[in-house]
């Protein structure tokens, strides 16, 4: 099994900033990719960012310019800085990991916890 733990989340004023983290540990061989999704209330799942441990990153369209995706592949763990937050912005956050966990395995998804961000205006 792998677990995600994720950290960072919280309140903050519009324009403000908060930075989330996520580790994985456990049985991890290769992990392949880390990402963000992010679920407002009322709303479907959507992708944030994601980025390969080649340090290849993907980003959702609203948050490109203010959202930086980045990952520490000695810690396996992703961060997700976020600046010039909008109220809109204001969702639970969840990690996300595809992880081989052997060699003659195939890759698996995992998900966090989830954690809230919330944006004032």
């Known amino acids: 099994q792998v677990q995600l733990v994720e950290s960072g989340g919280g309140l903050v004023q519009a324009g403000g900033s908060l930075r989330l983290s996520c580790a994985a540990s456990?049985?991890?061989?290769?992990?392949?990719?880390m990402g963000w999704y992010r679920q407002a209330p009322g709303k479907q799942r959507e992708l944030v960012a994601t980025?390969?441990?080649?340090?290849?990153?993907n980003y959702e369209d609203s948050v490109k310019g203010r959202f930086t995706i980045s990952i520490n592949n000695a810690k396996n763990t992703v961060y997700l800085q976020m600046n010039s937050l909008k109220p809109e912005d204001t969702a639970v956050y969840y990690c996300?990991?595809?992880?081989?966990?052997?060699?003659?395995?195939?890759?698996?998804?995992?998900w966090g916890q989830g954690t809230q961000v919330t944006v004032s205006s």
């Open positions: 996300n990991a595809n992880v081989k966990p052997a060699a003659l395995r195939p890759a698996v998804s995992y």
């Open positions: 456990g049985s991890i061989f290769r992990l392949d990719a």
């Open positions: 980025i390969t441990t080649t340090s290849s990153a």
